[in-house]
């Protein structure tokens, strides 16, 4: 026969009611400094893809949700989602917008290839990833402002719409592009930039090197005569020997581009 001393009973009575009084504490602080989450953002977190890429500049597609109920960003802040997304989002949110203009798409501004641009003397045998050729020697071209032509940018799209071409370039799909601009982010030589759908004029060279060595180093890239600048009423200007379009202020019907030497500077 066994017997239970007076001191466990003490313990077990003891530890009882400590957890049932730490358990009551728990209850009451949890009524009291709950925070209630506001349903909507479940709502908008279920519309979104969920890729969580970051395209948006938020930690994830959850605190994107949470921002744009908060009104901290925008209902077309998803450039993944698109335009879909954002008319639905729009919906829970119980507002209209007009998302029309609002797409983006990449540009590759860039027109050297293999046949404009002389190469180094040697033969570079390393990785073929863009980073990588940044890093090491600048890549094949005596350009060090164009398009490397590892296709990193092609690697980077999670929708398949960019291919390298038959020159060697990225070239985007646009009935497959999102906007995400995960493909800009992932060139080292940013010669991707996310614009407007309806921007049309661009100019197809990043270079900033002087007239002389432009020539000297590709046949395709702006020499910096400023032609195209002088002729487009403040539309164009120059910086660093390269012409910077002003979108709001281009007329295109007014432009003369047929006089742009090396035609870099064209409509898409």
């Given at each position: ?20 009084l730490f358990s009551g504490a728990l209850g009451i602080a949890d009524k009291l400094l709950r925070v209630e989450s506001d349903p909507r953002v479940d709502k908008i977190y279920d519309i979104l893809p969920g890729a969580n890429c970051g395209a948006c500049g938020c ?210």
């Amino acid at each position: 026969m066994y017997f239970i001393s007076t001191e466990t009973v003490y313990s077990i009575l003891l530890m009882g009611g400590l957890g049932f009084l730490f358990s009551g504490a728990l209850g009451i602080a949890d009524k009291l400094l709950r925070v209630e989450s506001d349903p909507r953002v479940d709502k908008i977190y279920d519309i979104l893809p969920g890729a969580n890429c970051g395209a948006c500049g938020c930690a994830g597609c959850y605190d994107f949700a949470e921002k744009v109920v908060k009104q901290e960003a925008g209902v077309n802040g998803c450039p993944m989602g698109g335009e879909e997304t954002a008319a639905e989002i729009a919906c829970v949110l119980g507002i209209k917008i007009d998302t029309s203009n609002d797409r983006l798409l990449p540009r590759v501004l860039c027109s050297g290839t293999s046949n404009t641009c002389k190469i180094k003397n040697g033969s570079y045998t390393g990785s073929q990833s863009c980073a990588v050729q940044d890093i090491v020697g600048g890549g094949q071209s005596l350009c060090y402002y164009g398009c490397l032509g590892g296709g990193d940018c092609v690697k980077a799209c999670p929708f398949g719409a960019m291919i390298m071409n038959k020159n060697g370039l990225p070239e985007v799909i646009e009935d497959l592009c999102t906007g995400c601009g995960i493909c800009a982010k992932a060139c080292p030589r940013n010669i991707i930039e996310m614009h407007q759908a309806d921007r049309k004029l661009f100019v197809f060279c990043k270079s900033h090197d002087d007239p002389k060595k432009s020539r000297e180093v590709c046949s395709a890239s702006c020499i910096g005569c400023g032609i195209c600048a002088r002729k487009s009423n403040g539309a164009i200007t120059m910086e660093n020997y390269l012409p910077v379009v002003h979108h709001d202020k281009i007329k295109l019907d007014e432009l003369r581009l047929n006089q742009c030497p090396t035609k870099v500077i064209r409509i898409v």
